[in-house]
């Protein structure tokens, strides 16, 4: 892969290692509020989508007054009672070093809202090596082209010299939809199989793998 200026992360299951907590967050959530509780593997397919969106995928029968307290309790397990540890996958942070070194633009796209975003960027110390990011809450959820889109314009690339990296078919479809390049990651949430349904440039087994695609 050449002509490429710009490299944008998804977060959860990308560079950071925290879908089982978003699992077991979203699962004590639902038995909180005396809801049925979805399965992990229903819970992984929605990672990456805001959490109106997967409310509306996973959950669509919820009555609307039930939406916010849902949003409440998720939030309060995955940012303060799940007991589910969140490190950063190995190799992500000497990858975004050496990216950043070689001179690309580095982003974040993902489904997280930007509060949440916020407090990550914080506790990982990845925040000085990003140049922008997008959440649902300034774009469009994935897997709409929105998110690349402003951030391709915010940084004055080409979408089409702009990569997307991320685990889930959102991410690649969002990709595939701004006319970015789509790259996968296996360690995440999502499966390879589903990742080359959206015909990606690639798809990578360790953050690190990502230099010799670029």
Same mark, same amino acid.
């Given at each position: 892969?050449?002509?490429?200026?710009?490299?944008?992360?998804?977060?959860?299951?990308?560079?950071?290692?925290?879908?089982?907590?978003?699992?077991?967050?979203?699962?004590?959530?639902?038995?909180?509020?005396?809801?049925?509780?979805?399965?992990?593997?229903?819970?992984?397919?929605?990672?990456?989508?805001?959490?109106?969106?997967?409310?509306?995928?996973?959950?669509?029968?919820?009555?609307?007054?039930?939406?916010?307290?849902?949003?409440?309790?998720?939030?309060?397990?995955?940012?303060?009672?799940?007991? *589910?540890?969140?490190? &950063? %996958? $190995?190799?992500?942070? =000497?990858?975004?070093?050496?990216?950043? @070194?070689? /001179?690309?633009?580095?982003?974040?796209?993902?489904?997280?809202?930007?509060?949440?975003?916020?407090?990550?960027?914080?506790?990982?110390?990845?925040?000085?090596?990003?140049?922008?990011?997008?959440?649902?809450?300034?774009?469009?959820?994935?897997?709409?082209?929105?998110?690349?889109?402003?951030?391709?314009?915010?940084?004055?690339?080409?979408?089409?010299?702009?990569?997307? *990296?991320?685990?889930? &078919? %959102? $991410?690649?479809?969002? =990709?595939?939809?701004?006319?970015?390049? @789509?790259? /996968?990651?296996?360690?995440?949430?999502?499966?390879?199989?589903?990742?080359?349904?959206?015909?990606?440039?690639?798809?990578?087994?360790?953050?690190?793998?990502?230099?010799?695609?670029?």
């Amino acid at each position: 892969m050449s002509h490429c200026d710009l490299v944008i992360f998804d977060w959860d299951g990308t560079l950071m290692d925290s879908v089982d907590r978003i699992v077991d967050s979203w699962q004590r959530a639902c038995a909180e509020l005396s809801m049925a509780v979805n399965s992990a593997d229903s819970v992984r397919s929605i990672i990456g989508l805001s959490i109106e969106s997967a409310i509306d995928t996973l959950v669509p029968e919820m009555a609307p007054e039930r939406v916010e307290p849902f949003i409440q309790a998720y939030r309060s397990w995955y940012l303060e009672r799940s007991d *589910v540890p969140t490190p &950063l %996958f $190995d190799g992500a942070e =000497a990858l975004l070093h050496e990216l950043k @070194g070689q /001179g690309y633009q580095l982003a974040v796209a993902t489904g997280k809202g930007r509060q949440g975003l916020e407090r990550v960027l914080d506790v990982s110390g990845l925040r000085p090596l990003f140049d922008a990011s997008r959440t649902p809450s300034e774009a469009a959820s994935k897997p709409h082209p929105d998110m690349i889109l402003q951030l391709c314009g915010e940084l004055n690339c080409q979408p089409g010299r702009a990569v997307m *990296v991320g685990d889930a &078919l %959102f $991410d690649l479809e969002m =990709a595939n939809r701004a006319g970015a390049i @789509g790259v /996968g990651v296996s360690y995440g949430a999502g499966s390879v199989d589903v990742l080359r349904s959206a015909s990606p440039k690639g798809i990578i087994h360790h953050p690190m793998e990502l230099l010799e695609l670029l």
